[in-house]
């Protein structure tokens, strides 16, 4: 039983992606009021596959959905990759993971993971169309002014808005306006890739061999004559689940205004007609080996298709007065190297470990010190894992740089390959209000301050609550009967 039992924070959540609906899930189990405020009219099957692993899956275990979230996963053992002739040419192992982190890694479609996150929101608690253009701070709470003329009232606002959040926007000009704001999180995202994702509809195994392997057939093509590369998974439901990178050669960072009016900063249909024209004729393998991108692209539904930048920052500023940025808001990753869903994950762990054992009394100056401690677990970790996703990008590039690289990857002596995983797999953060799940990697679990800390407090309140108990009971006159 959580015994936290004070008045807590109203959270306003700005932002229905996976982190804060995440979030929200979490401040559910907690008990903790909360309302997610997202701009988009509706939910929409969008994206691609995401990877799972022991980076999270401790987590859906503490709330209860972590059967279901298999259910729907295939285990990712090897990558394959293959020449532009549809040749192998190399395999990635990723076996070990599962020893060393407890969990094997695995491959779900994101639409399916998004679907089971949501169905734990209560309906009240997720306002659709609600675009959010400001914000304003006041002693004891914050208000949110949306477009459609509406606004919010609550303690604390989360800004779970993704790479071009607006939450941040409002925020950094207030940080600048006191001279506050640290020059590297002032300019725009920076990008070398766009790419085109997609999700086919279920396809008969009988046509489709890599559908009927129990782990996921994950494949992967990178262009040496042509600047793209193609990733394929094979996934659960019998669909293929398929992106295309394209390797800009420019030096691209050009400026927020001109990538926002771009259309491609956001992940929807908008823009990838003509991409899905440009690439259509690239190979891939499976099938019945003949295979190209444009194949899957018949088989999708063309507004499933989405083309969009793939951004790489990571922000040093991540909180206000009484707001902080969760996920792509302040921390965005190339995809290479599937860290995206599971950091925004990992803070929406560490916000809602703090934000549980806070009162709704709490004062500004106060959040800040929370979310200071919030800054101190993640800020480090999502720099290594960005240094880490640069690396996993610039394995996929069209450079004679890059296939060095992926030859000494596909020839990693065992003794380097532990090495590298047990950098990957340590972090295991978990909720403190939940009970402990227990951790099987033979890697021993990152100390995570929120989860030791938080802890902590939530043993003295019950520890004190348990004393008042017993104080009581011995002042009871005893009745005879
Ligand atoms: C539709 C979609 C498909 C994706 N597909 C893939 C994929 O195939 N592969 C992959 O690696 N990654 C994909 N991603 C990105 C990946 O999910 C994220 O990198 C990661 O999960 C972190 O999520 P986030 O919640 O921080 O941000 P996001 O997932 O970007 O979510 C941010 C949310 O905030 C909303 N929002 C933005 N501005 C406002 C505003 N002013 N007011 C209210 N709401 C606002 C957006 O509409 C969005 O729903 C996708 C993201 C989206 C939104």
Redesign the pocket.
């Known amino acids: 039983m959580n015994p936290m039992t004070q008045e807590k924070p109203t959270v306003l959540i700005?932002?229905?992606?996976?982190?804060?609906?995440?979030l929200g899930l979490i401040l559910e189990a907690a008990g903790v009021p909360f309302s997610i405020?997202?701009?988009?009219s509706s939910?929409?099957p969008?994206?691609?596959?995401?990877?799972l692993g022991p980076t999270v899956l401790p987590l859906f275990k503490q709330l209860g959905i972590y059967d279901e979230v298999l259910s729907k996963c295939k285990a990712h053992v090897i990558t394959q990759d293959y020449s532009e002739d549809r040749h192998p040419v190399g395999v990635v192992d990723w076996k070990l993971v599962h020893e060393l982190g407890g969990y094997a890694a695995q491959i779900i479609s994101?639409?399916v993971l998004?679907d089971i996150l949501l169905r734990g929101i209560p309906s009240g608690k997720i306002h659709m169309n609600?675009?959010?253009?400001s914000y304003f701070d006041e002693d004891d709470s914050v208000t949110l002014d949306?477009?459609d003329g509406t606004q919010y009232k609550g303690h604390v606002l989360i800004g779970?808005?993704?790479?071009?959040?607006?939450?941040r926007k409002l925020m950094y000009a207030k940080i600048k306006e006191a001279g506050k704001l640290p020059e590297e999180d002032e300019g725009a995202l920076p990008y070398r890739t766009t790419?085109l994702?997609?999700?086919t509809t279920p396809q008969n195994p009988e046509e489709f061999p890599e559908m009927r392997t129990e782990d996921c057939t994950f494949y992967s093509v990178r262009g040496i004559n042509e600047p793209y590369t193609r990733a394929v998974f094979a996934g659960k439901e019998n669909t293929h689940?398929w992106?295309v990178v394209h390797h800009l050669n420019e030096e691209l960072s050009s400026s927020q205004d001109k990538q926002e009016s771009n259309h491609n900063s956001?992940?929807?249909p908008e823009a990838a007609e003509a991409m899905c024209n440009d690439v259509r004729h690239l190979t891939i393998p499976g099938g019945d080996g003949n295979l190209t991108i444009g194949d899957l692209i018949d088989r999708t539904p063309k507004d499933l298709i989405?083309k969009?930048m793939l951004e790489e920052k990571v922000f040093e500023s991540w909180y206000g007065d009484r707001v902080a940025l969760?996920?792509?808001?302040c921390h965005?990753?190339d995809?290479a190297g599937?860290a995206?869903?599971?950091?925004?994950?990992q803070?929406a762990i560490c916000l809602g470990n703090w934000i549980n054992t806070l009162p709704k009394t709490i004062s500004t100056k106060e959040w800040r010190i929370v979310f200071q401690d919030y800054v101190e677990e993640r800020l480090p970790i999502a720099k290594e894992n960005f240094a880490k996703s640069q690396f996993f990008a610039s394995l996929t590039e069209n450079t004679w740089y890059a296939m060095g690289l992926r030859f000494m990857v596909h020839n990693i002596p065992e003794f380097l390959h532990r090495r590298v995983l047990v950098q990957l797999m340590q972090n295991r953060p978990q909720l403190s209000f939940l009970p402990y799940v227990k951790d099987e990697g033979t890697v021993p679990a990152m100390s995570q301050h929120s989860l030791i800390h938080t802890g902590w407090i939530i043993k003295s309140v019950q520890q004190e609550a348990d004393r008042h108990a017993r104080k009581a009971n011995a002042a009871s006159p005893v009745v005879a009967v």
């Open positions: 700005v932002g229905a992606g996976l982190g804060g609906v995440t405020f997202e701009k988009a939910v929409k969008l994206g691609s596959a995401l990877s994101r639409p998004y609600k675009k959010l253009v949306f477009a779970a808005d993704g790479a071009y959040s607006t939450v790419c994702v997609g999700q689940m992106m956001e992940w929807g989405s969009v969760l996920g792509d808001a965005k990753f995809p599937g995206g869903a599971a950091n925004a994950i803070d």
